[in-house]
Antibody, heavy 120, light 113 residues
């Protein structure tokens, strides 16, 4: 059974960098059959796609976040990571990691989500 | 970006009755070379992550009850719950995976009347 688990600080100060990691179990992150993605959800609001990373290093980002976001993969730990720089209160949200199938493209597995609050 | 618009924003349905949610995309998500609609539906219960219900607009994901069905093509899609159960109270989202950035509808909240 595939499982994804987000981890990282729950509180980040404004202007600093938000860093989260998603640990994958039950599957190899080195598989060429998936993209590894991040989606966020502010409290009481809808879902926003942040971006995705492929094992080969290819990435795609949301245009609205592209200048501040970096995704990466660590095959030795079966993890992938998200960094968002220069955060503001608008970046406060529950952050989900998810697996996207290739070549189909739909999200079939999600992590439980982790709340990140941006506040001084 | 493809804009996904759902209607209604919320609906209240009696137990055992039908619930219908609509989703419209700002451009077609039908890929003509394989005649597939790149459209998924998700269910999100309070405090939980989204759960994949439907992909390819009408294919139920593993373990999804057959009271959930998806239909539509091109730019207009529908999610139907044929007989609403108490455990179906949730917010439902449509999402296109035709291109990037991936985009979601704003969500439809389903409650019991």
């Amino acid at each position: 059974q595939v499982q994804l688990q987000e981890s990282g600080p729950g509180l980040v100060k404004p202007s600093q960098t938000l860093s989260l990691t998603c640990t994958v179990s039950g599957d190899s992150i080195s598989s060429d059959s998936y993209y590894w993605s991040w989606v966020r959800q502010p409290a009481g609001k809808g879902l926003e796609w942040i971006g995705r990373v492929y094992i080969g290093g290819n990435t795609n980002y949301s245009p609205s976040l592209e200048s501040r976001v970096t995704l990466s993969v660590d095959t030795s730990k079966n993890q992938f990571s998200l960094k968002v720089t220069s955060v503001t209160a608008a970046d406060t949200a529950v952050y989900y990691c998810a697996r996207e199938t290739i070549p189909s493209g739909y999200f079939d597995y999600w992590g439980q989500g982790t709340l990140v609050t941006v506040s001084s | 970006d493809i804009v996904m618009t759902q209607s209604p924003d919320s609906l209240a349905v009696s137990l055992g009755e039908r619930a219908t949610i609509n989703c419209k995309s700002s451009q077609s998500v039908l890929y003509r070379s394989n005649t597939k609609n790149y459209l998924a539906w998700f269910q999100q219960k309070a405090g939980q992550p989204p759960r994949l219900l439907i992909y390819w607009a009408s294919t139920r994901a593993s373990g999804v009850p057959d009271r959930f069905s998806g239909s539509g093509s091109g730019t207009n899609f529908t999610l139907t719950i044929s007989s609403l159960q108490a455990e179906d109270v949730a917010v439902y989202y449509c999402q296109q995976y035709y291109n990037t950035p991936r985009t979601f509808g704003q969500g439809t909240k389903v409650e019991i009347k």
